[in-house]
């Protein structure tokens, strides 16, 4: 077998059943295996998935094992030559996998792969290419100084924005949404280390990739990420975690600056902790005193291009949910260029929608790169589940 997929699952059973959805297309004529492994959701998310995809392999765990520990489940029963980690909140673009594989089998000394990862808006995340966050490279990152000079090696080298996005690139740092690695390798140097609950783990593994030997790589194939509630970096619970992960990487790999390090490192957690908690008190007084009685997305406008088919089923299922959209019939043939050039400023928040049975992904991943506007993002009509999939809802 050549690959095998593996998904760690917690609470988002729709957005992985897009996910796998994008995944049977991409791997058309690639002998591979998707392993799902559950974190003790309490959705029904194994339930609801087995009935759709009955061939998909499940691990339920019976607690939230954390990303990592569940991530080497799945690992260990792989049987692919390669392992593709995966994260359930992404859409694979048709070409994607065959092209990664295609790459790792031409670079035999590659330790782990990457994909341009795009956001829901048509930007490029920079988690797509990122360096080893050694102490003075945090530094940079933490204090701002990558933003003020984005092309430096030296203070831009957390992000790596020196790089061009359209060219293969050997890189730092791999992405744990989007992680490709031949089997044997990652058992030699050993697999994710259980050390990180979730954030840092990935970096943790790319950088013993390199320590031994390896190289890891960018290759400008997509995806598009959406990033959920545990991504937003203004929470108060993701600078616990993420900013904790870091001090587990500096305390494991530079252990003789860790000493002084410990002192910023705790002082940055509690700053930004800070910060997050006071912003989230303060959204909820306003939002108390009755100044945020309108739903954030009351004024979202959405524009649904859809099949002939799947008119009236769009048109009820937007009825049914009373949203204000837009319905046109459309298809690859008809509007070749996709969403480019007509979507304007026509609300203060615009979910251009595309029915995923006569869109390609790769196709819409090429009209948001035309066009990124942080007004505009992208969700999928599936007419085999009649339901719409934005970053931030689910109509249904």
């Given at each position: 077998?050549?690959?095998?997929?593996?998904?760690v699952?917690?609470?988002v059973?729709?957005?992985?059943?897009?996910?796998?959805?994008?995944?049977?297309?991409?791997?058309?004529?690639?002998?591979?295996?998707?392993?799902?492994?559950?974190?003790?959701?309490?959705?029904?998310?194994?339930e609801?998935?087995?009935?759709?995809?009955p061939?998909?392999?499940y691990?339920?765990?019976?607690?939230?094992?954390?990303?990592?520990?569940?991530?080497?489940?799945?690992?260990?029963?792989?049987?692919?030559?390669?392992?593709?980690?995966?994260?359930?909140?992404?859409?694979?673009?048709?070409?994607?996998i065959?092209?990664?594989?295609?790459?790792?089998?031409?670079?035999?000394?590659?330790?782990?792969?990457?994909?341009?990862?795009?956001?829901?808006?048509?930007?490029y995340?920079?988690?797509?290419?990122?360096?080893?966050?050694?102490?003075?490279?945090?530094?940079?990152?933490?204090?701002?100084?990558?933003?003020?000079?984005?092309?430096?090696?030296?203070?831009?080298?957390?992000?790596?924005?020196?790089?061009?996005?359209?060219?293969?690139?050997r890189?730092?740092?791999?992405?744990?949404?989007?992680?490709?690695v031949?089997?044997?390798?990652?058992?030699?140097?050993?697999?994710?280390?259980?050390?990180?609950?979730?954030?840092?783990e990935d970096i943790?593994?790319?950088?013993r990739?390199?320590?031994?030997?390896?190289?890891?790589?960018?290759?400008?194939?997509?995806?598009?990420?959406?990033?959920?509630?545990?991504?937003?970096?203004?929470?108060?619970r993701?600078?616990?975690?993420?900013?904790?992960?870091?001090?587990?990487?500096?305390?494991?790999?530079?252990?003789?600056a860790?000493?002084?390090?410990?002192?910023?490192?705790?002082i940055?957690?509690?700053s930004?902790?800070?910060?997050?908690?006071?912003?989230?008190?303060?959204?909820?007084?306003?939002?108390?005193?009755?100044?945020?009685?309108?739903?954030?997305?009351?004024?979202?406008k959405?524009?649904?291009?859809?099949?002939?088919h799947?008119?009236?089923?769009?048109?009820?299922?937007?009825?049914?949910?009373?949203?204000?959209?837009?319905?046109?019939?459309?298809?690859?043939?008809?509007?070749?260029?996709?969403?480019?050039?007509?979507?304007?400023?026509k609300?203060?928040?615009?979910?251009?929608?595309?029915?995923?049975?006569?869109?390609?992904?790769?196709?819409?991943?090429?009209?948001?790169?035309?066009?990124?506007?942080?007004?505009?993002?992208?969700?999928?009509?599936?007419?085999?589940?009649?339901?719409?999939?934005?970053?931030?809802?689910?109509?249904?």
């Amino acid at each position: 077998m050549k690959l095998s997929v593996i998904i760690v699952n917690y609470n988002v059973k729709f957005y992985l059943a897009q996910c796998i959805h994008s995944l049977e297309k991409a791997l058309c004529g690639v002998e591979a295996e998707i392993i799902v492994v559950d974190n003790h959701s309490r959705d029904n998310s194994v339930e609801y998935l087995k009935k759709i995809y009955p061939n998909v392999h499940y691990i339920e765990n019976e607690h939230n094992d954390g990303f990592a520990k569940a991530n080497n489940k799945g690992i260990r029963l792989a049987k692919g030559d390669y392992v593709l980690l995966l994260n359930p909140d992404t859409i694979v673009g048709e070409q994607t996998i065959a092209r990664a594989v295609n790459f790792l089998d031409m670079h035999s000394g590659s330790g782990t792969l990457g994909v341009k990862m795009l956001n829901a808006d048509g930007t490029y995340a920079m988690e797509s290419r990122r360096g080893v966050p050694t102490p003075m490279t945090a530094l940079y990152k933490f204090t701002g100084l990558w933003k003020r000079y984005p092309n430096s090696r030296k203070f831009a080298r957390y992000y790596m924005n020196y790089l061009s996005w359209d060219e293969p690139h050997r890189i730092d740092i791999v992405s744990g949404a989007f992680c490709m690695v031949k089997r044997e390798v990652i058992m030699k140097v050993g697999l994710l280390d259980e050390d990180y609950f979730m954030y840092g783990e990935d970096i943790d593994l790319s950088y013993r990739m390199q320590k031994a030997g390896y190289t890891n790589w960018y290759l400008p194939v997509e995806i598009l990420h959406y990033k959920g509630e545990s991504t937003q970096k203004t929470s108060f619970r993701y600078v616990h975690v993420f900013y904790g992960a870091m001090f587990i990487f500096f305390r494991k790999h530079f252990a003789s600056a860790s000493h002084w390090l410990s002192i910023p490192v705790h002082i940055a957690i509690f700053s930004k902790a800070t910060l997050a908690l006071f912003n989230n008190v303060r959204k909820g007084i306003i939002k108390s005193l009755g100044f945020f009685c309108q739903h954030k997305e009351k004024n979202a406008k959405y524009i649904i291009y859809c099949s002939k088919h799947n008119l009236a089923k769009c048109n009820e299922l937007i009825n049914n949910n009373g949203i204000s959209a837009e319905v046109v019939e459309a298809s690859e043939d008809t509007m070749p260029q996709g969403h480019t050039g007509e979507v304007g400023q026509k609300a203060s928040e615009v979910y251009v929608v595309y029915d995923a049975s006569v869109f390609a992904y790769r196709h819409v991943f090429a009209f948001m790169q035309k066009q990124p506007q942080p007004h505009v993002k992208i969700g999928f009509y599936h007419p085999e589940q009649n339901m719409i999939i934005t970053p931030n809802e689910i109509l249904r």
